[in-house]
């Protein structure tokens, strides 16, 4: 099983991105699907996840801002970030919570990418 996260980038100020994270390999179901994020100095936290029946959630200081979305036939979550800020800046990864063809639950992230918001 892969994770490819892609859409990351440098912005400005109250500009938007798209984040997307597609998924392949020997998969049976997804569950939950989330955008975590790290920044310099910072511990890794939760951004937004999204349950396989559509429930979502968010950190506080992006609701409002950012919206998550799921594409179960592309297996593929996306995160569309809007009014970007500065504090937003951080590497962005992908997280997934799988059932393999095998049977076997397990969870994956996939390699970041790289936010930079100036001001």
């Known amino acids: 099983v892969q994770l490819q996260a892609s859409g990351g980038g440098s912005v400005e100020t109250g500009g938007s991105l798209r984040l997307s994270c597609a998924t392949s390999g020997s998969i049976f179901v997804i569950n939950v699907m989330g955008w975590y994020r790290q920044a310099p100095g910072k511990q890794r936290e939760l951004v937004a996840d999204?349950?396989?029946?559509?429930?979502?959630n968010y950190k506080d200081s992006v609701k409002g801002r950012f919206s998550i979305s799921r594409d179960n036939a592309k297996n593929t979550v996306y995160l569309q970030m809007n009014s970007l800020k500065p504090e937003n800046t951080a590497v962005y990864y992908c997280?997934?919570?799988?059932?393999?063809?095998?049977?076997?639950?397990?969870?994956?992230w996939g390699k970041g990418t790289l936010v930079t918001v100036s001001s």
């Open positions: 997280n997934q919570n799988i059932r393999k063809i095998d049977g076997a639950w397990e969870n994956y």
């Open positions: 999204i349950s396989s029946g559509g429930r979502t």
